[in-house]
């Protein structure tokens, strides 16, 4: 945690904020903070800032917050990812959200296991807990948007081409295709398939949207990794 | 697995190879393959090519093997990486075969705790089972090369010039510095610190034996993220 996340609910006051839950034991057992130490404190959607520990109690601490940063700059990017399965599907949350992707699209693909979309990671409260982690990581407080489209058909008909609308528009997909491109100045639309890779029928769907097959070299990387690796070359 | 990986005990012959461990057990669970499939296959150290499965049984398989294709290539780089926490290491290990990197040398630092030494996963087989499961997902054949050293002063200040001789030598660090070049044509030699970064002494004694610091953003990365991010920027 290189970052504390203060939520509305945890302020008491503009500039004081009261603990009670996971971040609390944080500060104990990690930090092992004193009271009047100073911490780096963020708040969920808006600034960041440093705190000073008031009191720190086993059941509470107090501190006095003073917010003054903006957060980082999002990516000016739209992330499609086939469902990866449950375990992978949170460490790719928490990556999405440390490297400043800002919208999240989880889309269904012929290759996505139909039991991944069973799994309790997937609720709201679920997928919020691991954005988080990955915010307090990077030292973040945006949480991305991010949207489920269990039926891939309908999604890719008739809403990408308005999604993807006014982007680079690009399918990371294995074979004889342009490398991905570097450094771009622009807004992106980027698919990533699952495991296996999109079917062909996927591919034809989503460049009649107006994508294009782009590939990343001969390697298979876990869907975490060419996550991160096809973010971390785009921009 | 994308890639099934032999080793010089498992053939019988030139062109024969007979399974009896966990890649057997993946044949049957994971792949459900039945005789006369046809597998991506790669000789550790060797060629990749395709088998026939001749027989499955629940105790042994063998395959008619034929190799006919080289491996990928490998990246042009030395990777130092101040030694991660266990669970990290595991997956920066197999990260690291993956993405292609030849050479990494897992460096001691101001900011790794020193349990961290005494982790079995150290161990060298433990160590081979992580890049082995790296080159399996990647489709690569070629171990990369692991040295460890446990004292940062005397590998910095007597070899490390050495090993960064002829190659564009590289410090992560956030800071004031250059951003991380892209799409170098170069060999580098890229040294990534632990969590909470090298500290001053140590970007020193880096800078002294020929690196120059450069910077990866604002976010603050986890090392499995950044050695991803990093690599992908620079090839």
Redesign the interface.
Known sequence: M?LLLLEDADFVAADRAILRDRRLTHLHDVHRAEAGDSLRVGRLGGAMGTARLLRLQADEAELQVDLDQTP?AKLPLTLLLALPRPKMLRRVLQ?VA???VPRLVLLNSYRVEKSFWQTPFLEPAAIREQLILGLE????TVLPDVSIEKRFKPFVEDRLASVAADSLGLIAHPGDYPACP??VDAPVTLAIGPEGGWIPYEVEKMIAAGLAPVQL??????VE?AV??????LY
Chains 1, 2 share one sequence.
């Open positions: 290189n980082p990556t440390a490297m400043g990581q990077a030292r973040d570097r450094g070299g001969d390697r298979i990387l876990r990794t991160t690796a096809l973010l971390a070359r």
